[in-house]
């Protein structure tokens, strides 16, 4: 029973007595729990608007997600620990309402009042239970994004529990900087390397290395966009955003010598060689 | 008891949202999440130490249980209250956990010492009137008692990531 999705989510909300009552096959009730479970992007709850049954509240709870998390996604193990509504011995009052009564004072005249009542219910009592649940960080997965577990929240003795809403809350990362599906990230190199070009290999989030060679001049501010090595698109894992290199290049902190002065000048046209051999070797 | 908020205030003390116990289990409005102190980065599933500072935030309203030295409107100790916006509100939002052993565990009771004026979190029983009645005033007391002490009942709790779960393995070894 819980492998199967469907029979899972029928277990979570009614508990056993629920598989019996005629599980796959939709009969009304049940069918209209499940019409807002297709897909957890809906914004409002539909299970709000059929008939009046009491709901306990929502537990909205922040998941912090690292971009890591984001790039390869993540199982997330968490423990819920909840009062569960259990029989007791004995009778207790439920859904207690207004009612107006109207009692006959006499030939044509009426009186109407204002009476509390109630029907006669099974006793319940609120049991701490606990069990555990999977969070699913999928690949691509956007801020404020909701992962719902209908039931989980809080209890409701005359009616049903509320749900428990894992809010997605991406965490900042010391080096990538995300814009939708893409990556931004800044990488510095000196002066040297700014005139003659360079070679590196930037660690990406799950550790494997983007290779960046560059044989040109490289200007400060210059970016370099590589496709394919940003995010992996949430509706789509196989496409992915591009990765945005911008060149920040590192100056000389102080001035230089006027023996520096002549050996800059003259050292260009050995980079100049240099240069020829690396072309060469490529 | 259980620590709840609702976003009101009490007429009399700073005015900030009240803090106060209720006995019901089924309140949605009594869960807290527990967080790094203020400005520091706490990752996901780390055990919280014993001695360690932390902030507890309100869930329905994003504020961070507080305390200052105003003197609380029923029994005359310190004034706790509900401070900040979505989370973050300033170094008075810090409690240390105080308990003994090496971490804090889900079924011990613990203590909160507030980390700027020493006060440990209590309730001693005295009830609001109107609008919250029957609810218990929260406060922070500067003796220690049978008062202070509070247990983790019903929640969500993140499993002790990987890291940690290989570092408690080769502790034991």
Known sequence: VLSDEEKRKQYDAYGEEGLKDGHQSSHGDIFSHFFGDFGFMFGGNPRQQDRNIPRGSDIIVDLEVTLEEVYSGNFVEVVRNKPVARQAPGKRKCNCRQEMRTTQLGPGRFQMTQEVVCDECPNVKLVNEERTLEVEIEPGVRDGMEYPFIGEGEPHVDGEPGDLRFRIKVLKHPVFERRGDDLYTNVTISLVEALTGFEMDISHLDGHKVHVARDKITKPGAKLWKKGEGLPNFDNNNIKGSLIITFDVEFPKEQLTPEQREGECSELPRAGKNLAQLIQGL | ?173
């Open chain 2, 1 to 173: 008891r259980r620590a709840g908020s609702h976003g009101g205030s009490p007429s009399a003390g700073s005015g900030q949202q009240s803090v106060t116990g209720v006995s019901a289990a089924d309140d949605g409005n009594s869960y807290w999440q527990v967080r790094g102190r203020t400005a520091a980065v706490c990752q996901r599933g780390t055990p919280v130490r014993c001695g360690q500072a932390i902030r507890l935030t309100h869930l329905g309203t994003g504020r961070n249980l507080h305390s200052h030295r105003f003197t609380s409107p029923l029994s005359g100790n310190q004034e706790v209250s509900a401070f900040g916006e979505a989370g973050e509100g300033d170094y008075l939002d810090d409690w240390t956990v105080v308990c003994s052993g090496m971490y804090w565990v889900r079924d011990d009771e613990v203590r909160f010492q507030h980390t700027s004026t020493d006060v440990f979190l209590s309730v001693t029983g005295e009830q609001y009137g109107r609008p919250i009645n029957g609810q218990k005033e929260v406060h922070g007391m500067a003796t220690s008692s049978q008062n202070n002490y509070w247990k983790v009942m019903e929640g969500i709790f993140m499993q002790p990531s990987e890291a940690f779960k290989a570092e408690r393995y080769h502790a034991e070894l």
